[in-house]
């Protein structure tokens, strides 16, 4: 496995200028607020740890002021950390001299904000190859590089263009198009779609999504909204008052919520379009035999003991090779029958769909085939009026 792109360790951060006392506070649990009522002093971020893993997108996920932009800030090494420490490819940024930092930041974590500040009074092109040209590369292939990416976020026909004459999407793209075309090792990107209207920042995403595709870059990516975090992270991590208080995948998040501060979040989201098969199945609800060519009524009335209405016959390698049902006891030589299979990660509507129109449960399989559990009717109206029950 690879090792981390980023680990952050214990980081804390308290604005003031005695923050001792707030540390000792937060350790025992004291939150933001009565830290500050107490002792004047700013929690920005306390006792935060996680990894980011090469090719992921992270995303740091809180209202506004619990911490986020600190936390990153921490990362690059804007802000000195109170405590804590973050390391980058394996190594200590706060060991990294001052002149070094300043390459590392423009190298490998090239940020992108909400304003991209572009500069008005140069071509897109120039724009976007102003990254590579405070890095000292040269005018050509600065230029070529920044065309590809310009190209990449769909400008290219625009490259001669100034930022005026362009739409806000439009501008965000070229800002997206600066930082990427450094081709950073870790992209930092602080709200960068936020300020844009619903429909923008949708196309933004996506075009964020299909480069991942393409090249898989390392990403740490701040949001406020939970769909946009849901669409674009690997995993998020929640922040609440400085610290995370739950890290996972958006599936993790929505079927295991920590708490109400994170539920709240779901609220008005019709959160059920995020989980997969894979969400909702059962492991042990549907008894499982072993395939043979010649099945008799008495090894299937065992797997079915008494009170199961079908059970699945698997090959020797875990696959699905039909499913027999309480009906075939009568006959001397049970009849196999065909029965379709669901993969793991195939999205809740697809599943309903297909459950429904189903007598029996139907298997779910792993990308390999084999199988990995049921889900069946039960299943999907569940977890249909958990997730949609509160706003239908
Ligand atoms: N330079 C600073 N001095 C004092 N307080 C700060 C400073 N920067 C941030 N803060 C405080 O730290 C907390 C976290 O802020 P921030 O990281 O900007 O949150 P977010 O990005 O999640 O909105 C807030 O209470 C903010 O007021
Ligand atoms: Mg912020």
């Known amino acids: 496995m690879n090792s981390p792109k980023v ?8 604005f003031g200028t005695s923050p001792k006392e707030a540390v000792a506070m937060l350790a025992a649990g004291a939150t933001k607020e009565e830290v500050f009522a107490r002792t004047g002093q700013i929690v920005g971020v306390h006792n935060v740890s996680f990894d980011v893993k090469e090719g992921e997108i992270f995303v740091l996920m809180g209202l506004s002021g619990s911490g986020k932009s600190t936390l990153i800030r921490l ?53 976007a190859a102003f990254g590579l040209e405070v890095a000292g ?93 849901m669409r ?8 609440e008052g400085g610290r995370v208080v739950q890290i996972g995948t958006p599936q993790e998040i929505i079927t295991n919520p920590a708490d109400d501060y994170v539920r709240a979040f779901f609220e008005g989201i019709d959160t059920s379009r995020y989980l997969t098969a894979g969400d909702l199945m059962q492991t042990d609800a ?69 459950v429904v129109a189903s007598r029996a449960p139907l298997p779910v399989v792993e990308a390999d085939g084999s199988y990995c559990g049921s889900v069946n009717k039960t299943n999907v109206l569940n977890v249909l009026t958990r997730h949609r029950g509160s706003h239908v």
């Open 286 to 354: 549907v008894p499982l035999m072993q395939h043979s060519p010649q099945m008799d009524a008495s090894s299937v009335a065992a797997t079915l003991n008494g009170s199961a209405d079908y059970a699945f016959v698997l090959d020797s390698e875990r696959r699905i090779r039909g499913f027999v049902g309480r009906d075939a006891l009568g006959s001397a030589s049970p009849q196999l029958n065909q029965i379709e299979c669901i993969r793991r990660s195939t999205p809740l509507d697809d599943v309903v769909e297909r």
């Open 137 to 229: 590369v040269g005018r050509k292939e600065r230029e070529t590089r920044a065309m590809t990416v310009l190209e990449q976020v769909g400008l290219a026909p625009f490259a001669e263009k100034l930022p005026a004459q362009l739409s806000g999407g439009m501008q965000q793209r070229v800002g997206l198009a600066r930082a990427l075309a450094v081709n950073p090792s870790l992209m930092i990107m602080d709200e960068a779609f936020s300020a844009l209207d619903p429909l923008k920042r949708k196309e933004m995403q996506n075009v964020l999504l299909n480069l991942q595709r393409e090249q898989q870059r390392t990403i740490l990516f701040v949001s406020h909204d939970l769909e946009e975090a």
């Open 7 to 14: 680990v952050v360790e214990g980081l804390c951060k308290v």
């Open 75 to 127: 990362i690059n090494r804007l802000v000195e950390p109170t405590a804590g420490k973050v390391l980058i490819d394996g190594r200590d940024v706060a060991s990294v001299p001052r002149k070094e930092l300043i390459a590392l930041r423009r190298k490998d974590m090239s940020m992108v904000f909400q304003s991209f500040a572009l500069m008005p009074q140069r071509t897109v092109l120039s724009n």
């Open 232 to 239: 674009i992270g690997t995993r998020i991590a929640i922040m």
